[in-house]
Antibody
Framework: QVQLVESGGGVVQPGRSLRLSCAAS????????MHWVRQAPGKGLEWVAV????????YYADSVKGRFTISRDNSKNTLYLQMNSLRAEDTAVYYC????????????WGQGTLVTVSS | DIVMTQTPLSSPVTLGQPASISCRSS???????????LSWLQQRPGQPPRLLIY???NRFSGVPDRFSGSGAGTDFTLKISRVEAEDVGVYYC?????????FGPGTKVDIK
């Protein structure tokens, strides 16, 4: 079965950087696009970024464009989110999710990792 | 960006009774490939989101048949035929027709 395990969250000061990872198993990772979606405490869902199966195409929400970078290592079955110039409003649980041409968007989701941006 | 709205934002329901949630998009969700990429997700308390319905009316793997989706264009509906205790949570519609993907604000379903 599909398993997605996020890691790398924690408390970080404004302006600093953090890298999130998402270890994937139970499917052929290199065949699927992957997403990051976040959820601020007590709030709704916000799509962050998507990367194509081979890493050649990447798209970002305007709120993170120029600060966040999505990437993947298909040899390690791992998805990444490099977050630079972090702001208080980036505080959220970050979920990775498996894409699917069939569903058109995120299908299976991980459990999430909490990022807190605070001085 | 496509704006997604949902009504109601809160829905107290009686166990065993039906429930319905509406979702509206600010523009048509019909993709150039002819598909309409409208999904419904469920988020139980303390859990990650879970995909229930994709492309308006297709149930995702393992989703009970008491969940159904309908609609077209800009207006969509999620129905639960008979609410069970495990259905408590927040329900989101999401469009994946146009980047950036966007979600509705969520509808909280709880038991009366």
């Amino acid at each position: 079965q599909v398993q997605l395990v996020e890691s790398g969250g924690g408390v970080v000061q404004p302006g600093r950087s953090l890298r999130l990872s998402c270890a994937a198993s139970g499917f052929t990772f290199s065949s699927y696009g992957m997403h990051w979606v976040r959820q601020a405490p007590g709030k709704g869902l916000e799509w962050v970024a998507v990367i194509s199966y081979d890493g050649s195409n990447k798209y970002y929400a305007d709120s993170v464009k120029g600060r966040f970078t999505i990437s993947r290592d298909n040899s390690k079955n791992t998805l990444y989110l490099q977050m630079n110039s972090l702001r208080a409003e980036d505080t959220a649980v970050y979920y990775c999710a498996k894409g699917s041409l069939g569903t058109g968007g995120p299908g299976e989701w991980g459990q999430g990792t909490l990022v807190t941006v605070s001085s | 960006d496509i704006v997604m709205t949902q009504t109601p934002l809160s829905s107290p329901v009686t166990l065993g009774q039906p429930a319905s949630i509406s979702c509206r998009s600010s523009q048509s969700l019909v993709h150039s490939d002819g598909n309409t990429y409208l999904s419904w997700l469920q988020q139980r308390p303390g859990q990650p989101p879970r995909l229930l319905i994709y492309k308006i009316s297709n149930r995702f793997s393992g989703v009970p048949d008491r969940f159904s989706g309908s609609g077209a264009g800009t207006d969509f509906t999620l129905k639960i035929s008979r609410v069970e205790a495990e259905d408590v949570g927040v329900y989101y519609c999401m469009q994946a027709t146009q980047l950036p993907f966007t979600f509705g604000p969520g509808t909280k379903v709880d038991i009366k």
